[in-house]
């Protein structure tokens, strides 16, 4: 069985530009969920997506977008970089049922934006 | 929104002690409290959960309390070891939507 990856493993962008975080669920799993998590805090939720849909939202602005493909992998979208993106993003994913929503996650993305 | 406390921030145990982790939330609708471990440059491992229709649960050297009428529940690590230093959370959430994580604890475990 398959964990959860993220690509790439580390980013550096510079303020404005635009970047996009790669995620592989695990085998079986239809839910992704992503989180951002700044140093030395615990993670917060970005949003969710179920098979292929926006399953909830945090508190994130327009500029953090996301995409579920159907082999349910997805795709974290953030534009107009601000210096406060900088932090580890994680994904976790789930098999999408009220019985069984243990979310595992990957090992993350380090975005840092100059 | 729900909001998920964690004390203490740090923790420093002798090796074989025992270390507990508190966390209190403040939604009744949360029903799912799962604790994560930590490592530097990982990305958080789930150790143990726990559901609200359970009030404890253990499994080997860790176990989870849930007290539902004080929104409390909290992390028992028996018999420490040096691997068990790491950062823990605390987390609750509703279904298989959001998680909402604690601050965190950082456990150092010394030999």
């Known amino acids: 069985e398959t964990g959860v990856t993220q690509s790439p493993t580390h980013l550096i962008k510079t303020r404005g530009q635009q970047v996009t975080l790669r995620c592989s669920s695990q085998?079986?799993?239809?839910?992704v969920s992503w989180y951002q998590q700044a140093l030395g805090q615990g993670p917060q939720f970005i949003f969710q997506y179920y098979r292929e849909e926006e399953n909830g939202r945090g508190n994130f602005p327009p500029r953090f977008s996301g995409l579920q493909f159907p082999n349910y992998s997805s795709e974290l979208n953030v534009n107009a970089l601000e210096l406060d993106d900088s932090a580890l993003y994680l994904c976790a994913s789930s098999s999408g049922t009220p019985i069984s929503d243990t979310q595992y996650f990957g090992p993350g993305t380090r975005l840092t934006v100059l | 929104g729900e909001n998920v406390e964690q004390h203490p921030s740090t923790l420093s145990v002798q090796e074989g002690d025992s270390a507990v982790i508190k966390c209190t939330y403040s939604d009744s609708a949360s029903n799912y409290f799962p604790w994560y471990k930590q490592e530097l440059g990982k990305g958080p491992q789930l150790i143990i959960d726990i559901r609200s229709n359970v009030g404890e649960k253990k499994d080997q050297r860790i176990a989870v309390t849930l007290n539902k009428t004080a929104k409390h529940f909290s992390l028992h690590i028996t018999e420490t070891q040096p691997e068990d230093s790491a950062v823990y959370f605390c987390?609750?959430?509703?279904?298989?939507?959001?998680?909402?994580f604690g601050t965190g604890t950082r456990l150092l475990v010394s030999p």
């Open positions: 085998s079986g799993h239809n839910t």
């Open positions: 987390a609750a959430g509703t279904g298989f939507q959001k998680l909402v």
